[in-house]
């Protein structure tokens, strides 16, 4: 039974280009969050996506935006990429309702230059 | 806004040591998690607790929620190398919300 899968692993990406993201969720689970981690730093929610809509947001601009397919994959996408958007960005997957365990793929690291 | 402290925020011991590790917020959660993540991957869940003044027990490793449930720590008795890592605390917001609200982390560091 796989688990959170994410890709690319690692990236490079010039200001001001785009980026997506991919995740897959666990076997089973209807739920995807997305969360970056600044080095250093805890993960901080960016978006939580249910039945294919966005369910909740957190702290970030627009630039941020997803998407949930019907197979439950995810995709996260930023535009207009700043040198303070480099960070490891972690998709989580969960089984409906807050409550349920919700477990990380091992993420994306994204490096503005 | 909901936030949560964690310290201390680096710890570098020696094998067999004991050592606490403190997460504190303001605000109420209505469940809180403890998470584990090494280098290159995502975090790993620990253990989950609910009840205010619980106290979870994982071979060496004790978490306790405060009675208000407005903290948590966690301890680890005996501490050995591959306890090294990053350990972050997580709170389940009281208001319905989906989102985990995560410490700073605390980076451990275990000595042989």
């Known amino acids: 039974d796989a688990g959170v899968t994410q890709s690319p692993t690692h990236l490079i990406k010039t200001r001001g280009q785009q980026v997506t993201l991919r995740c897959s969720p666990k076997s089973g689970h209807d739920t995807v969050s997305w969360y970056q981690q600044a080095l250093g730093q805890g993960p901080q929610f960016i978006f939580q996506y249910y039945e294919e809509e966005e369910r909740q947001r957190g702290n970030f601009p627009d630039r941020f935006s997803g998407h949930q397919f019907p197979n439950y994959s995810s995709e996260l996408n930023v535009n207009a990429l700043l040198l303070g958007d480099s960070a490891l960005y972690l998709c989580?997957?969960?089984?409906?309702?807050?409550?349920?365990?919700?477990?990380f793929g091992e993420g994306s690291w994204l490096t503005v230059v | 806004t909901q936030l949560l402290e964690q310290s201390p925020q680096f710890l570098s011991i020696q094998e067999g040591e004991n050592l606490t590790v403190y997460c504190n917020s303001s605000?109420?959660?209505?469940?809180l998690q403890w998470y584990r993540q090494e280098p290159g991957e995502g975090p790993v869940l620990l253990v989950t607790?609910?009840?205010?003044?619980e106290v979870k027990k994982l071979k060496r490793l004790t978490f306790q929620f405060g009675d208000a449930r407005k903290d948590s720590s966690l301890h680890i008795t005996a501490a050995q190398p591959g306890d090294t890592g990053l350990y972050l605390c997580?709170?389940?917001?009281?208001?319905?919300?989906?989102?985990?609200?995560f410490g700073s982390g605390t980076r451990l560091l275990v000595r042989p």
């Open positions: 605000s109420v959660f209505s469940s």
């Open positions: 989580a997957s969960s089984l409906g309702n807050s409550g349920n365990t919700i477990y």
């Open positions: 997580a709170g389940e917001g009281t208001d319905s919300s989906y989102k985990l609200i």
């Open positions: 607790v609910v009840t205010g003044g």
